[in-house]
Each structure stands twice: as C-alpha cells, then as structure tokens.
Nanobody
Framework: QVQLVESGGGLVQAGGSLRLSCAAS????????MGWFRQAPGKEREFVAA????????YYADSVKGRFTISRDKAKNTMYLQMNSLKPEDTAVYYC??????????????????WGQGTQVTVSS
C-alpha cells in the first residue's frame, strides 16, 4: 500500500503562488507514475500534472502549462506542485495520486489507484 498526504493549500489572491506537497509513505517504488488532479464544485475531477518517476518525464494540462511545475524530492519521497500566476478558475480541491501501473496513461484518473485526501486551493479575484 501507498499512503499519500497533501499539504500546502490555502487562500491566495489572483496572480499569487502556492506550493502543494504530497508526502508518500509505504510501498513506494521508483517506477510509480504520480500526478496531481483537481476537482472544482459541480465539476468532474480533472488532470493537472504528472511525472513518471523512472525518467522524471513531466506532463501538464494545457490550462496550467507555463504556470505550474511538478517536481519531486527523491530523498523525502515527496512530490510538489508549484503553482504560479494563479487564477480564480484554479480554485478546486487538489489531489495527489500514485499508480502501480508502470505504463499507465498518466493523464487519466482511472490509471491511479492511490489517492490523497485532498487540499483546498482558493484563488480570490
């Protein structure tokens, strides 16, 4: 099993920045893809960013490309999402996720079988 715990959410004004963290514990293998998803009220969960841990390749949704950066600290088993130039439409609960499927498509939520509890990000206009 893999346990994921997010932190770093909060309230920020438009144009501001936040950094989310996702601490992983348990059976963490280096080849797990890991990702960030978000869900706004009344909307479906959507892909934000992902990383393949075997080669550190990264993937981003078009809506966040150039503003958000996914990274990880191998020693701390922690993944990060640096969010800059935040917009009100970025308001959502952000979830980190991990998959034990080596070649799973990283942009699809059904590829992930471990999820954190979520952290709220609110961007005021």
């Amino acid at each position: 099993q893999v346990q994921l715990v997010e932190s770093g959410g909060g309230l920020v004004q438009a144009g501001g920045s936040l950094r989310l963290s996702c601490a992983a514990s348990g059976r963490t293998f280096s080849w797990y893809p890991m990702g960030w998803f978000r869900q706004a009220p009344g909307k479906e969960r959507e892909f934000v960013a992902a990383m393949r841990r075997n080669d550190d390749s990264t993937y981003y949704a078009d809506s966040v490309k150039g503003r958000f950066t996914i990274s990880r600290d191998k020693a701390k088993n922690t993944m990060y999402l640096q969010m800059n130039s935040l917009k009100p439409e970025d308001t959502a609960v952000y979830y980190c996720a991990a998959s034990d499927k080596f070649r799973a498509p990283v942009v699809v939520s059904t590829s992930y079988n471990f999820w954190g509890q979520g952290t709220q990000v609110t961007v005021s206009s």
